[in-house]
């Protein structure tokens, strides 16, 4: 079956330092994945997202890696601060039918940022 | 604008109430989801609506109940739940280029 995993569940940082929080995937047929932040209290963020055609993506601070050789999926994120802090997902887009689709999430990674 | 509300933002109720949970986007999004989150886990699929039309039913109990109204709006009606249904009650909408946005969620608290 697919499943999206991620290595570390927590992942602590200290102020200014670079972040990357990492996310396997099995299912080799993905072609679009997702990276969401999760602050408490709160539903997902929309962050960055790649499709299977690309092997970098870069936005405010943050780049997605994917490496389709040993599926593998990270996020970036420069100069952490602590607003960084929460919960990141990967998740794995399956196109259904026309415009529905499901998204399969990991298991989720909690960065903490120390000052 | 990539915003999606969600009502009420807290809801407690007995396992006997029936509830509805509202979402709503007016970012012309054809695809509508709802999703049920648990204490530090990931969301979990619940239904997809696609073209005001179910299309995902992920073997929700009949105790959930969703409704498509119109393309902007999506409620899930409650009944008779468990208290093990409490938990965080996401909805999403997706665009065509892909991205699902998410609305601040529902927690929900059945006593």
């Known amino acids: 079956g697919e499943s999206v995993g991620l290595h570390l569940p927590t992942l602590s940082v200290q102020e200014g330092d670079n972040s990357i929080i990492n996310c396997a995937y099995s299912n080799s047929a993905s072609d679009y994945f997702i990276w969401y932040k999760q602050e408490s209290g709160k539903g997902p963020q929309f962050i960055i997202d790649i499709r299977s055609n690309m092997d970098k993506r870069q936005g405010q601070r943050v780049t997605v890696l994917l490496n389709k050789t040993v599926k593998h999926l990270s996020l970036q994120i420069a100069a952490t601060q602590p607003g960084d802090s929460a919960v990141y997902f990967c998740a794995e887009n399956k196109v259904w039918t026309g415009t529905a689709s499901k998204l399969t999430f990991g298991t989720g990674t909690r960065l903490q940022v120390t000052l | 604008d990539t915003e999606v509300t969600q009502t009420p933002k807290h809801l407690v109720m007995g396992m006997t109430n029936k509830k509805s949970l509202k979402c709503e986007q007016h970012m012309g999004h054809r695809a509508m989801y709802w999703y049920k989150q648990k204490a530090k886990k990931p969301p979990e699929l619940m239904f997809v609506y696609s073209y005001e039309k179910l299309s995902i039913n992920e073997s929700v109990p009949s105790r959930f109940s969703p409704e498509c109204p119109n393309s902007s709006l999506l409620n899930l009606h409650l009944h008779a739940l468990q208290p093990e249904d409490s938990a965080l009650y996401l909805c999403?909408?997706?665009?065509?280029?892909?991205?699902?946005?998410f609305g601040p969620g529902t927690r929900l608290t059945v006593t």
């Open positions: 999403a909408s997706r665009a065509l280029t892909g991205e699902q946005y």
